[in-house]
């Protein structure tokens, strides 16, 4: 996706803007960044990290064991897929924050999901493990490994199907 300094300017502003709760048209937004709409909301989502999107859907106190999956889930991975991820991309902030709110038992508004733009099915499949990766957490509790598999394993047959 090509970004401008212009669109790049434009972000932030808005970002600045939501962050303080100011108004802003955000179709004008578009049209000054340059960009069609659909890689502008793609550009502007993948700025939104944990702590945005903890205070964007009302989950803050989810914060700290979303990043505990986060971290978790970093040191799982062999060293050299470590240098290559990128946690903070949205598919990840998202289902570490949904995985969060799963474990402390929080309700949080389903758009959260929407807004990481993942299908949903790699999302659910990523949000599950991360909550695996919290089991031996005090405070989560999640499915047992076998469980997760064999379900994991039964859907992908179905989809093949």
């Given at each position: 996706?090509?970004?401008?300094g212009?669109?790049?300017?434009v972000?932030?502003?808005?970002?600045?803007?939501?962050?303080?709760?100011?108004?802003?048209?955000k179709?004008?937004?578009?049209?000054l960044?340059?960009?069609?709409?659909?890689?502008?909301?793609?550009?502007l989502?993948?700025?939104?990290g944990?702590?945005?999107?903890?205070?964007?859907?009302g989950?803050?106190?989810?914060?700290?064991v979303?990043?505990?999956?986060l971290?978790?889930?970093e040191v799982?991975?062999?060293?050299?897929?470590q240098?290559?991820?990128?946690?903070?991309?949205?598919?990840?902030?998202t289902a570490?924050?949904n995985?969060?709110?799963?474990?402390l038992?929080?309700?949080v508004?389903?758009?959260?999901?929407a807004?990481?733009?993942?299908?949903?099915?790699?999302?659910?499949?990523?949000?599950e493990?991360?909550?695996?990766?919290?089991?031996?957490?005090?405070?989560?509790?999640?499915q047992d490994?076998?469980e997760?598999?064999?379900?994991?394993?039964e859907?992908a047959?179905?989809?093949?199907?």
């Amino acid at each position: 996706m090509y970004r401008t300094g212009t669109s790049k300017a434009v972000i932030c502003l808005e970002l600045a803007a939501t962050s303080i709760k100011l108004p802003l048209d955000k179709e004008y937004d578009v049209k000054l960044s340059v960009l069609n709409k659909k890689p502008y909301q793609s550009t502007l989502k993948s700025h939104l990290g944990l702590g945005d999107l903890a205070v964007q859907f009302g989950c803050m106190d989810t914060i700290k064991v979303a990043t505990q999956i986060l971290e978790r889930y970093e040191v799982s991975l062999p060293a050299a897929q470590q240098k290559d991820v990128d946690l903070s991309k949205p598919l990840f902030t998202t289902a570490a924050l949904n995985s969060a709110c799963k474990c402390l038992k929080i309700k949080v508004d389903r758009k959260l999901l929407a807004s990481s733009g993942a299908k949903k099915g790699i999302l659910t499949g990523c949000r599950e493990y991360f909550v695996l990766s919290m089991k031996d957490s005090e405070e989560c509790a999640a499915q047992d490994y076998e469980e997760w598999k064999r379900r994991i394993l039964e859907n992908a047959l179905k989809a093949n199907a």
